[in-house]
């Protein structure tokens, strides 16, 4: 399916809340009918955007009106790595408490917290 010009930008705009923690507006396009689990040209998810650019309130947002936390990017990322990555706890928590496995994706973010040394988003993740 081709979308216009006009869609396209939405959808732009759309992600650009979701990375700048626009919590409010995104919540408010959702419920009125914005998929929430729509992905860019990466793959990426509202979901993994604001995890990865450290917005809780909005990870919490995205999680309540049902954001899939199985998805990966075209990458093999999850939200949870991304929030692993970016030692973002209280998004790893709430992630976790949705029901993110630490082992998904490519890298998982068990894997993640590994590589990057990051001995707290480890023992998080493992609890």
């Known amino acids: ?26 919540a ?21 955007l604001a ?3 450290g917005h809780p309130g909005t990870v919490a947002a995205l999680l309540a009106r049902g954001a899939d936390v199985t ?15 970016k030692q973002a706890g209280e998004s790893v928590t709430a992630l976790l408490d949705a029901g993110a496995d630490p082992t998904a994706g490519s890298p998982s973010a068990l894997a993640t917290a590994e590589f990057f040394d990051l001995p707290a988003m480890a023992e998080l993740l493992r609890r």
């Open 51 to 53: 995890a990865y650019y």
């Open 71 to 85: 998805r990966t990017n075209d990458r093999g990322q999850t939200a949870l790595a991304a929030a692993t990555f």
């Open 1 to 26: 399916m081709e979308l216009d010009d006009e869609a396209v930008e939405f959808a732009n705009r759309m992600f650009d809340i979701a990375r700048d923690g626009g919590t409010e507006e995104l």
């Open 28 to 48: 408010a396009y959702v419920d009125a009918g914005l998929p929430v689990n729509l992905t860019n040209a990466k793959g990426d998810t509202f979901l993994i």
